[in-house]
């Protein structure tokens, strides 16, 4: 088998395309909720807060006149991306929680389903055929 051929049978593999959807609804899913929370949590909290914008927030190293040129640390973007972060995993852990909700729901069968008539018939030759070999 050929590199292209065994190349293309492992980029095709259900898991692997499903692995690639995956990433890509988790890419637009994590920009939908940065804006959620870039422009709808933060703006709120920072007011409530005496209006603190969390970008902004640094402590210059070392300043200059040129503002490309300035040294800081942005710790306002972290805070950001902190919060960026748990309000995913609340989201994803709200998803999972409905999720096994719903399983939990289905009904389960407790007992197996009956035996047809074939492995009835199979069964009975079965013990038979033991019965003869002892």
């Known amino acids: 088998m050929s590199f292209l051929s065994e190349f293309k049978a492992f980029a095709v593999r259900g898991n692997v395309v499903d692995l690639a959807v995956g990433v890509i609804i988790g890419a637009s899913f994590g920009k939908i909720v ?32 040129d503002p490309t040129k300035i040294v800081a640390l ?8 902190v919060f960026d972060f748990i309000i995913i995993a609340l989201a994803i852990f709200v ?22 008539g074939q492995e009835l ?13 002892q």
């Open 34 to 65: 940065s804006s959620f929370v870039a422009d709808v949590v933060m703006p709120p909290l920072g007011l409530a807060i005496g209006g603190v914008d969390f970008s902004k927030l640094a402590v210059v190293l070392r300043d200059n006149p």
């Open 74 to 81: 942005r710790y306002g973007v972290f805070v950001q991306s």
């Open 95 to 116: 998803v999972v929680k409905l999720i096994n909700r719903l399983r939990a729901q289905q009904p389960v069968n407790a007992e197996p389903p009956a035996p047809s």
């Open 121 to 133: 018939l199979l069964a009975e030759i079965r013990d038979l055929l033991r019965g003869q070999r």
